[in-house]
């Protein structure tokens, strides 16, 4: 089963710092570009970075520019997303998804881990 | 960053209707568009990709057009499954974006 499950949200005060995990199963990571999606609570999507198949290339949101960082390793089949400087308008609920191969689209989507920023 | 703009933002329908939600780019995409459908508390679901390209085992009544800055979701004849909120999203550059959603509601 492809599957992608995420971890690591907590609650952290304004200015700190979490790393988000994602762990890919069923299909083989190493092919496919990774993206980070959030969404805040009852509002809409939003795309936050990707990172290609080799780590080679990374693009970021400008709302995170300078503040997180993608990376994964394919030897684990893993995605992180390390979040610095937090601000309470990162609280959301951040998902990870994998990229439709050649589409730009995202066709496999964990569950989601909610990251709450709070004083 | 490429802007996109979906209308109408909330949708009243009725079992049988069609509907279409509309979805335009601030510039040009080409046919770089995808839909996706979410229930609440669950992760969006890929409906169509490339703008008309229908994500496997999703069922023939969602069909998407469109290409350049103007694209179409259509739901041919509505069920009950499929009241819940449809989002658009671009990828013509490496700054990903999603329009603000359309909520199918129940008449």
């Known amino acids: 089963e492809v599957q992608l499950v995420e971890s690591g949200g907590v609650v952290v005060q304004p200015g700190g710092s979490l790393r988000l995990s994602c762990a890919a199963s069923g299909f083989t990571f190493d092919d496919y570009t990774m993206h980070w999606v959030r969404q805040a609570p009852g509002k809409g999507l939003e795309w936050v970075s990707l990172i290609s198949w080799d780590g080679g290339s990374t693009y970021y949101a400008d709302s995170v520019k300078g503040r997180f960082t993608i990376s994964r390793d394919n030897s684990k089949n893993s995605l992180y997303l390390q979040m610095n400087s937090l601000r309470t308008e990162d609280t959301a609920l951040y998902y990870c998804a994998k990229d439709r191969l050649g589409s730009g689209a995202f066709d496999i989507w964990g569950q989601g881990t909610m990251v709450t920023v709070s004083s | 960053d490429i802007q996109m703009t979906q209308s109408p933002s909330t949708l009243s329908a009725s079992v049988g209707d069609r509907v279409t939600i509309t979805c335009r780019a601030s510039q040009s995409i080409s046919s770089w568009l995808a839909w996706y459908q979410q229930k609440p508390g669950k992760a969006p679901k890929l409906l169509i990709y490339?703008?008309?390209s229908l994500e496997s085992g999703v069922p023939s009544r969602f069909s998407g057009s469109g290409s350049g800055t103007e694209f179409t979701l259509t739901i041919s004849s509505l069920q009950p499954d499929d009241f819940a909120t449809y989002y658009c999203q671009q990828y013509n550059s490496y700054s990903l974006t999603f329009g603000g959603g359309t909520k199918v509601e129940i008449k």
């Open positions: 490339k703008a008309s």
